[in-house]
DNA sequence: CTTGACCTTCCCATCGTTGGAAGCCCCATC
DNA sequence: GATGGGGCTTCCAACGATGGGAAGGTCAAG
């Protein structure tokens, strides 16, 4: 088995399975006289083993240890779910942040006419300047600062 | 006003104001004779608004659009909203696919008993061998093969 | 023997940020 | 005037995981 059959055998490219052998995270392949890897069935499972836990968003270093214990008889399972947990405890953070950004800005689209007029609550919250109520037209906020009708490419002092 | 201040005053760091000069997303700042870069409260503003866009998620190059109709008093407000609209997608997509992964772990180690025992549910969805019911202690689900019973860091072909 | 598919190694890019090293500048203190 | 310390400069590298490509060797079928 050459490393492209490896690969279609397991579902990870060519070029991720030397990379995977190169931070050590599978063994080194056997080779043939020409050099060429040369993979078996084991092999194959263990880049499956690898490329389903990729799948559920573990880091290869937390793979790492999943796969050691895998492959330990003696393991406990209580390891294996201490190493999910943590994991799960990342992708909860995660989860978290991108929701919290994310309702942010729902709530700012949301009161955004989204029209041809210039005013945006979503440059407003940018920019920092808290929007005023009542008003309309030009105006209306504040800009980066007096002057600045330029977009950032331009600039301030000579080149 | 040196980087420094700068980054004090907008809470982007010395290192991240330099790099943000190097791709362009902020104009280059103007020199002292000696080469030290000199910033104004505009170019506060700017990082701030850059600071507060980043921490919402927006990518760099979405920001430098953010930030050209930050700066183009004609802009349209449904410009920015679309802006925000294809970030918000982002999000989206990025929540879905980790919440898929953080059910799928869940399940996995709602059913793991997480003692002693080496049986774990989590492994066997790794592994891909569906696990048997009713059986119990050793030979409950199927090891990566039979000789297998070795870290992956032990080789097994010569060095 | 030629051709084409495959393999090898090596380097580069992503994305945003941080770190370090080597060297110059500015200010304060002795 | 010398010295010290902190700030500034540029350049280079790293992170995590993956993809892309170039340059060259190998294998099997025609």
């Not at 080194?28 to 968003?57: C, H, I, M, P, Q």
Request: aromatic letters at 6%; glycine letters at 10%.
């Amino acid at each position: 088995m050459n490393i492209g059959d490896a690969a279609r055998a397991s579902g990870v490219s060519a070029k991720l399975i030397r990379y995977y052998e190169s931070i050590g995270l599978i063994p080194e392949a056997g080779r043939t006289a020409s050099g060429y890897r040369v993979y078996t069935a084991t092999d194959v499972n263990l880049l499956r083993f690898v490329k389903r836990a990729r799948s559920l968003g573990f880091s290869i270093e937390r793979i790492q240890v999943l796969a050691s214990l895998w492959l330990d008889r003696d393991r406990s399972s209580a390891e294996v779910k201490r190493i999910a947990q943590e994991h799960v405890a990342d992708l909860d953070a995660k989860i978290a942040e991108l929701r919290s950004m994310r309702d942010a800005l729902g709530e700012l689209m949301r009161t955004c006419h989204g029209d041809g007029r210039p005013d945006c609550p979503i440059l407003h919250d940018l920019a920092g300047t808290p929007q005023k109520l009542g008003g309309d037209g030009a105006g209306w906020y504040a800009e980066p600062d007096a002057t600045a009708a330029h977009p950032p490419e331009h600039r301030r002092h000579g080149p």
